[in-house]
């Protein structure tokens, strides 16, 4: 079990270019989270997988953002027109169904100039 | 979303112990957890307590739980130089999703 990967590890763009991120899951794990963190925070939920199914998405996840999930497995997360404020840490973690825990990847740092 | 506080700052001395506190707001809370986060690291998951138990225990941490006041904290023994970090506390919803406190950053002096 090699843990949940995330890549990048880090990212610098410039405002108005699109990124994509990308989150290798725990193998067998069906639940798969995106959160974003800024500087001097905690982890805000953006959104969550069931399998493929994107079961929730939060207020925080304009329509410039999308992320997807089409085997179950690993997930990406795209963001269109990158601007200033989307500048965060975007992180990942995954669990089994109704497992109590969620195991975190090591994280998207993003930069947009 | 649901609110949960932390104090920003802790500073204690190498060996003696450390109490990181939190508050929640969501009474349908069914677990509560701790994880830590060293610099540009992902979180690592400490402990995590069921809501119905008030203690737990795991080597040098102690999780305490004050359902009634919505209070949770987490004690480290024998505090040591790797223990710096930041530590979250956060709750997991009735529907499964998460919410996180901004973060008690633990300095350990030498």
């Known amino acids: 079990d090699t843990g949940v990967s995330q890549d990048p590890r880090h990212k610098i763009t410039k405002r108005g270019q699109n990124v994509t991120f990308r989150c290798d899951p725990i193998?067998?794990?069906?639940?798969l989270y995106w959160y974003r963190q800024t500087l001097g925070q905690g982890p805000e939920f953006l959104t969550y997988?069931?399998?493929?199914?994107?079961?929730?998405k939060s207020r925080l996840l304009s329509d410039r953002f999308s992320a997807e999930r089409p085997k179950g497995s690993f997930s990406t997360l795209e963001i269109q027109r990158t601007e200033q404020g989307d500048s965060a840490m975007y992180l990942c973690?995954?669990?089994?169904?109704?497992?109590?825990?969620?195991?975190f990847g090591p994280g998207t740092r993003l930069l947009v100039l | 979303g649901e609110d949960v506080e932390q104090s920003l700052f802790l500073s204690v001395r190498e060996g003696d112990s450390s109490v990181i506190n939190c508050t929640y707001t969501?009474?349908?809370?069914?677990?509560l957890y701790w994880y830590k986060q060293e610099p540009g690291a992902g979180l690592q998951l400490l402990t995590y307590?069921?809501?119905?138990?008030d203690m737990k225990q795991d080597q040098r941490l102690t999780v305490l739980l004050n359902k009634k006041d919505k209070h949770l904290s987490l004690r480290i023994a024998d505090t040591q130089t790797g223990d710096s970090a930041i530590y979250f506390c956060?709750?997991?919803?009735?529907?499964?999703?998460?919410?996180f406190g901004s973060g008690t950053k633990l300095n350990v002096k030498p």
């Open positions: 997988f069931q399998n493929e199914a994107q079961l929730e």
């Open positions: 307590i069921f809501s119905n138990m």
């Open positions: 973690a995954s669990s089994l169904d109704y497992q109590e825990t969620q195991y």
């Open positions: 193998s067998e794990h069906n639940r």
């Open positions: 956060a709750e997991r919803s009735n529907f499964n999703k998460f919410y």
């Open positions: 969501d009474s349908s809370s069914t677990y």
